[in-house]
C-alpha cells in the first residue's frame, strides 16, 4: 500500500518500493529487495536500498520525511516495464478504435512501459514524417513510450520498399519494419527487404501467410469450421510462408521476427531455425496461448482474429515454445476495432482482438499459476524477450542503479473478471470479457512517474 | 414409381384444418395425431416434444423435433396444395422475410407458406453487408425490431447470420439459408419428401454428390439424415469435401458408380460453373463424367430409389436432363413439399408455443 500520496510530485522525488519480490530477468534476480528511485533513475537495489535515502530498512514505512514515497509491495512481484513488439494503436486514421492516448493507457494498465505501434495506420507509416508523428505523440501522452514500427513497402502494397533508412535515421530511430495485417507475398520484394535493412541493422516483420491458402478465410480449417460452414485458414498457409521467410532470412544473414506464432507446425520451423543459426526472434500472442476455435460456434465476431485462434494442440505447442524460449516474447497484437464493426455478420466483420490489458493475467493464469513456468521466466517474454527482438532504449534492461526506473508492481494473487466495458481502450473487442483471470498490475512506473498508481491510470495530461 | 403416391397419405382435408382453424384452443399435440405416416409411437412421443424456440440449424433439434416437424407438415399438405388455400392460424402475426442475398425460389416458398396461415408478410431485401450501408448487422436486426415483427425468416451469404439475429432480437428466428452453414427447411423437406417416398428412413442409404464444401444443404442434410437414423455417403471431388467430413457422421465413398447400386436416394448438389476457375475441378466435363447423373447411372439404381436436387439445377453437369425428367426424380415434389414443410415451422414457432401457454393456465 502506498503509505503517502504527496500529490505535486509526479515522480520527480525519490520513491522507495520495499518488501517485493524482484523479477528482473535480464539480471537474473528474483528476491526479496527494495528499490530506490530518485529523478526518475534507480539509485539502489537490495535489501538495504532504503539506506541510500539516509533511511534504515527497519523503518516500516511510517517515515516522517515528506521527500520520500514509501510504496508498500509486500506479496507484489517488482519488474521491468512489460514492451509489446505489437500493438496497433490506430492513430493516425483509425481514432475511432483507438488512439495513441487511449491505447497507451491501456498499455500503463497491462504493465507495459513501452509499445510497438503497428505501421497499418492512415496514412501509413512508411515515412519519417508519419514515425516522427507517433513518436512525438507518444511522449505528449507520456504513458509509456510508443515505439513506431515501419512498413517494409510503401503504403502496404508489397510492390517498393519503404525508406529504412530515412525512418531509422529520423527521431523516432525506426529499425523494425512489418506490413503487418498484410502478408509481403512476392519472394523476390521479401528478399530484397531482408538485404537492404541488414545493412542499417533492421528486423524485418513479416505477416506470415500464404495469402493463397487465406483468400477469404474466416477462421481455422478443421472440423470446427467445417461445420460452421465458414471458410477455412489452414495451418499450411502460415508454416508455408514462415518456412519461406526462415530460408530467406538463412541465407542473407538478416534479421527476421515472426510475429503471432499460431501452430504447432510454425513452431518446429523455427525450433529447427534457431538451431542452426538463423537470426530470428519469434511472439506469441495471449490469445493463441488460451484460446481455441470451438469458440468461434456463437458467430461472435469478437473471436475473430488474423491468424486465427486454432485448435488445443496448437495451444500446448505454443505454450511449450513460450517456455522452453522459441518463442522470445509474448507480444499484444492489441488490435482495438469500433463496437460497429464487430456487430457485423462474422464475414464482414474485421479481425482482431484487444489484449494490453489483459496480457499478463492471461500468461500468468494458464501458465504461471499453473506451475508451468516459473514467474522470472514469464517476466522474461514480456521483457527481455521483447527487447531482444529490436532497439527499445532501457526497457527491459536490468534493474541496477543508474537504470531509469520503468517498472511494473504486480499483484499475483489478484483474481479478477475481465469487463470488457471496464478497459481503458476506446474499443470493446476483448476476447476475455467475462473470465476470470489471476494476476494484475498495481502500479506502473515510466521513468519513476506511476502511469498507474493503485490500479487507476493518470491522467495523460497531467503526467504530461 | 413410388410407393405412395403424391396424396395417398393427406390426412383428411378438415383434419388438417383442425389445427389451424382453432389455434387458441387446440392441444399442440393435434396437428401430429392423424398422419398416415405417424405411428402410435410417434404420436406418443409428439406429447414430450420440446417446444421451438428459433429454426437455426438441424443441429439445434433432436430426433423428436424432426418428427414432429414432419408430422405436422403431413397435416397441412393439403392446405398447401389445394386450390383454396388460407387458414386463419397467424391471422394478424407479422411475419418479416429478411434476405440480404438473392434467392427468389426460396422467398416465394416462405411467402407461400406464411401467406397460407394468414400471417402478414413483409419482406425486407438488401444486398451486401450493412455496413456498406453505414449501418451495422445489429442495426438492421434492431430496426426489425422497432418495427414489431413476430418472427423474421433470413436468408444470408454469411454463415451464422441468423445465430447471430437471434442474439439481436426476441422473436423467433427462422433460418431460411446462411452462407455455408445451414439451410434447415430445405433439409426438412426432403426427409419429409424422402419420408413420402420410402416410409421409415432408418436404415436407408442416401448419397449425397457434390459440392459438400461450400453447401449450407449438405450440412443441414446430413445431420437431419443421421436424427432420422439414415445412413449418409458423400461422393465429391476431394477438393470440394469439407475439412474432416468423416466426422459429420457420414461415409466418404470414392466413386459414384460404386455408391449407386445400394442407394435408396441419390442427391445431387448444385455445382457452380465458376468453381473450376479456382481450381476445384478440371472441367464441366469431367465433372459430368465423374460425379454427374446421366442416364446410364440412374439404371444402376434400385426401381424404387429416388433421385432429388435442392435446386437449381445445372442440367448437363450435375444432372442429365434425362435423370431430371425420369420418373425416379421427384425434384420438383420437393417444392411443393416446401411450402408445407415452412408452413409447419412457422406454425410450430408462433402458434404452438401460445398454444402451451394457453394450456398451461
New interface residues.
Given amino acids: 500500500m502506498t503509505t503517502t500520496h504527496p500529490p505535486a510530485r509526479t515522480g520527480a522525488g525519490r520513491l522507495l518500493l520495499i518488501g517485493g519480490r524482484v523479477l528482473d530477468p535480464a539480471s537474473g534476480v528474483d528476491d526479496h529487495l527494495d528499490v530506490a528511485i530518485e529523478d526518475g533513475t534507480i539509485v539502489a537495489v537490495g535489501t538495504d536500498a532504503a539506506g541510500v535515502f539516509g533511511r534504515s530498512a527497519a523503518d516500516d514505512g511510517a517515515s516522517d520525511d515528506p521527500d520520500i514515497e514509501v510504496v508498500d509491495c509486500t506479496g507484489h512481484w517488482i519488474a521491468p516495464g512489460f514492451i509489446d513488439v505489437h500493438t496497433h494503436l490506430r492513430e493516425p486514421g483509425g481514432e475511432a478504435a483507438e488512439d495513441i492516448a487511449t491505447g497507451s493507457a491501456a498499455g500503463a494498465a497491462g504493465g507495459y512501459t513501452a509499445l510497438c505501434a503497428m505501421a497499418n495506420t492512415s496514412p501509413v507509416c512508411d515515412s519519417a514524417a508519419i514515425a516522427e508523428l507517433v513518436w512525438r505523440r507518444g511522449r505528449e501522452v507520456a504513458l509509456v513510450d510508443v515505439f513506431p514500427v515501419g512498413s517494409i513497402t510503401k503504403g502496404l502494397e508489397g510492390r517498393e520498399l519503404t525508406e529504412i533508412g530515412q525512418l531509422n535515421a529520423c527521431a523516432a530511430e525506426v529499425d523494425f519494419f512489418s506490413d503487418d495485417g498484410i502478408p509481403l507475398a512476392d519472394t523476390l520484394v521479401m528478399r530484397r527487404a531482408l538485404q537492404y535493412a541488414k545493412a542499417f541493422g533492421a528486423v524485418i516483420c513479416n505477416h506470415s501467410e500464404d495469402p493463397d491458402l487465406t483468400a477469404g478465410a474466416q477462421m481455422n480449417e478443421g472440423a470446427v469450421s467445417s461445420v460452421l460452414g465458414l471458410a477455412g485458414w489452414p495451418h499450411e498457409a502460415e508454416e508455408v510462408m514462415i518456412a519461406r521467410d526462415l530460408i530467406l532470412a538463412g541465407g542473407i544473414g538478416a534479421r527476421l521476427h515472426v510475429p503471432h506464432v499460431t501452430t504447432a507446425g510454425a513452431v518446429e520451423l523455427i525450433r529447427l531455425a534457431k538451431e542452426r543459426g538463423v537470426r530470428v526472434t519469434a511472439e506469441a500472442t495471449p490469445h493463441h496461448l488460451l484460446l481455441t476455435d470451438d469458440l468461434v460456434a456463437d458467430y461472435d465476431a469478437v473471436m475473430k482474429v488474423n491468424p486465427p485462434v486454432r485448435t488445443a494442440s496448437d495451444v500446448e505447442a505454443l505454450r511449450e515454445a513460450l517456455i522452453d524460449g522459441t518463442l522470445d516474447a509474448v507480444a499484444t497484437d492489441h488490435a482495438p476495432h469500433a463496437p460497429e464493426y464487430k456487430d457485423q455478420e462474422w464475414e464482414h466483420a474485421p479481425c482482431g482482438m484487444l489484449g494490453l490489458e489483459t496480457a499478463f493475467a492471461v500468461v500468468h493464469t494458464a501458465l504461471v499459476a499453473t506451475g508451468r513456468m516459473t514467474p522470472l521466466q514469464a517476466i522474461a517474454r514480456f521483457t527481455t524477450g521483447p527487447a531482444s527482438v529490436r532497439n527499445v532504449g532501457q526497457h527491459g534492461a536490468a534493474l541496477v542503479a543508474g537504470a531509469d526506473a520503468n517498472l511494473v508492481v504486480l499483484d499475483p494473487e489478484a483474481r479478477w473478471t475481465v469487463d470488457a466495458h471496464a478497459l481503458h481502450s476506446r474499443a470493446r473487442n476483448s476476447p476475455f470479457d467475462g473470465r476470470e483471470l489471476t494476476g494484475r498490475p498495481v502500479h506502473t512506473l515510466l521513468r519513476g512517474r506511476f502511469t498507474l498508481r493503485e490500479g487507476v491510470v493518470a491522467d495523460a495530461a497531467v503526467v504530461a | 414409381m413410388t410407393q405412395q403416391p403424391r396424396h395417398a397419405s393427406s390426412p383428411a382435408a378438415d383434419a388438417a384444418t383442425t389445427p389451424a382453424t382453432t389455434p387458441a384452443t387446440t392441444p399442440a399435440t393435434t396437428p401430429a395425431t392423424t398422419p398416415a405416416t405417424s405411428t402410435a409411437t410417434s404420436t406418443a412421443t409428439a406429447t414430450r416434444v420440446a417446444p421451438l424456440h428459433h429454426l437455426l440449424g438441424i443441429?439445434d433439434l433432436d430426433a423428436a423435433q424432426v418428427v414432429h416437424i414432419l408430422d405436422t407438415a403431413e397435416q397441412l399438405l393439403p392446405i398447401a396444395t389445394r386450390e383454396r388455400n388460407t387458414v386463419p392460424t397467424l391471422r394478424g402475426k407479422v411475419v418479416c422475410n429478411l434476405f440480404l442475398e438473392d434467392s427468389t425460389r426460396t422467398r416465394i416458398s416462405f411467402d407461400l407458406a406464411a401467406k397460407r396461415l394468414s400471417a402478414e408478410v413483409l419482406n425486407f431485401s438488401a444486398k451486401g453487408?450493412?455496413?456498406s450501408k453505414g449501418?451495422?448487422?445489429?442495426?438492421t436486426a434492431l430496426t426489425l425490431d422497432a418495427m414489431g415483427v413476430d418472427c423474421v425468416v433470413v436468408r444470408?451469404?454469411?454463415?451464422?447470420?441468423p445465430?447471430?439475429l437471434a442474439?439481436y432480437l426476441d422473436v423467433p428466428i427462422m433460418n431460411a439459408g446462411?452462407?455455408?452453414?445451414?439451410h434447415p427447411t430445405q433439409a426438412l423437406l426432403d426427409v419429409f419428401t424422402m419420408r413420402r417416398h420410402l416410409g421409415d428412413l432408418a436404415g436407408r442409404r442416401v448419397v449425397i454428390v457434390g459440392d459438400l464444401l461450400h453447401s449450407?444443404v449438405a450440412?443441414s442434410e446430413v445431420q437431419a439424415l443421421n436424427l432420422v437414423g439414415a445412413q449418409v455417403s458423400v461422393v465429391a471431388p476431394p477438393t470440394l469435401l469439407?475439412?474432416?467430413?468423416e466426422?459429420?457422421g457420414v461415409e466418404v465413398v470414392p466413386s459414384l458408380d460404386d455408391a449407386l447400386p445400394d442407394a435408396d436416394v441419390v442427391y445431387l448438389l448444385r455445382v457452380q460453373r465458376e468453381r473450376m476457375h479456382r481450381a476445384f475441378f478440371p472441367s464441366t466435363r469431367e465433372y459430368q463424367r465423374l460425379w454427374g447423373m446421366d442416364g446410364r447411372r440412374l439404371r444402376q439404381l434400385k426401381d424404387h430409389a429416388i433421385v432429388m436436387h435442392p435446386g437449381p439445377m445445372n442440367r448437363g453437369v450435375e444432372i442429365t436432363g434425362e435423370v431430371a425428367d425420369s420418373d425416379q426424380s421427384v425434384i420438383t415434389e420437393q417444392v411443393t413439399n416446401g411450402i408445407a414443410v415452412r408452413m409447419a415451422c412457422l406454425y410450430l414457432l408462433l402458434a404452438a408455443p401460445a398454444v402451451d401457454e394457453e394450456a398451461g393456465r
Fill in positions: 443441429d453487408s450493412s455496413v449501418e451495422s448487422f445489429k442495426d444470408s451469404g454469411s454463415s451464422g447470420a445465430r447471430q442474439r446462411d452462407g455455408w452453414h445451414q449450407r450440412r469439407p475439412p474432416e467430413v466426422r459429420w
